[in-house]
């Protein structure tokens, strides 16, 4: 069983996501909330092209924690990185347009996007987000 577990960040096996990441958070951070369960399984942070991550690399959405075993790559968990979409370097206002699109029904957000921009972690995205997100960037 490849699955991971974290008392710290939300685990979605169903849809291969871990969430609740604050953005800022290396690598390392996250590795040391995260375990799995089969004995010899090793897990890593990658970039989206599967690149592995140092230590002190600061993550954000669509980046992964793979699963090794035996030295392959066994399961992947796509990252969310709270208020980080996917669209910019770090939570900005290309996310908050994002957010405003889709809660009027203009855009439509990946599963990933979703969990990113369900900031106050209600199961829905509502312009209570929104407002957490402006929060957000004016606190830098």
Do not use: W
């Not at 979409?85 to 347009?97: F, M």
């Not at 405003?100 to 996007?113: C, N």
């Not at 900031?119 to 957490?132: K, P, S, T, Y």
């Amino acid at each position: 069983n490849l699955s991971i577990q974290s008392d710290r960040y939300p685990v979605d096996e169903e849809n291969s996501i871990v969430s609740g990441i604050s953005a800022g958070t290396a690598a390392a951070d996250i590795l040391s909330s995260l375990r799995c369960a089969e004995e010899g399984a090793v897990l890593q942070i990658a970039d989206a092209d599967g690149n592995q991550l140092s230590g002190d690399a600061v993550v954000k959405t669509g980046m992964k924690v793979q699963v090794l075993f035996e030295g392959k790559v066994g399961k992947e968990y796509g990252l969310s990185v709270l208020g980080d979409l996917g669209v910019s370097e770090q939570p900005g206002v290309k996310d908050l347009l994002m957010i405003k699109s889709h809660i009027l029904g203009r855009e439509s957000l990946s599963q990933l996007q979703t969990a990113s921009a369900d900031l106050n972690a209600d199961g829905r995205i509502n312009i209570f987000d929104l407002v957490e997100l402006k929060f957000m960037i004016l606190r830098g």
